[in-house]
C-alpha cells in the first residue's frame, strides 16, 4: 500500500513539475516577446494569448523529447 501511494505522488511530482515548467517557460517567452514588439508590461491580455502559443510549443516539444531539448544558453 504504501508503495503505491509513492509511486503516486511521483507520478503526481511530475506530472505537476511539467505543467509549471511550462508555465514559467512560456510566460518568460510571451513576455519577452511582448516587449520586443513594444508592448507594455501591464498588457495582460495580449501576453496572456501569446503565452498560451508558446505554452502549446512547450508542451509539444517535452511530450516528444523531454529535457532532451532543453539547453542553457551562456550569455557571459
Known amino acids: 500500500m504504501t508503495m503505491l501511494l509513492l509511486e503516486k505522488v511521483f507520478e503526481y511530482n511530475e506530472e505537476t513539475f511539467w505543467f509549471y ?3 514559467k517557460l512560456a510566460l518568460r517567452d510571451a513576455t519577452k516577446e511582448h516587449l520586443k514588439n513594444g508592448g507594455k508590461e501591464t498588457d495582460d491580455e495580449m501576453i496572456e494569448e501569446l503565452q498560451w502559443r508558446y505554452e502549446e510549443k512547450y508542451e509539444k516539444v ?3 523529447s523531454g529535457v532532451d531539448k532543453l539547453f542553457l ?3 557571459s
Do not use: V
Open 21 to 23: 515548467l511550462t508555465k
Open 62 to 64: 517535452f511530450e516528444k
Open 73 to 75: 544558453k551562456d550569455d
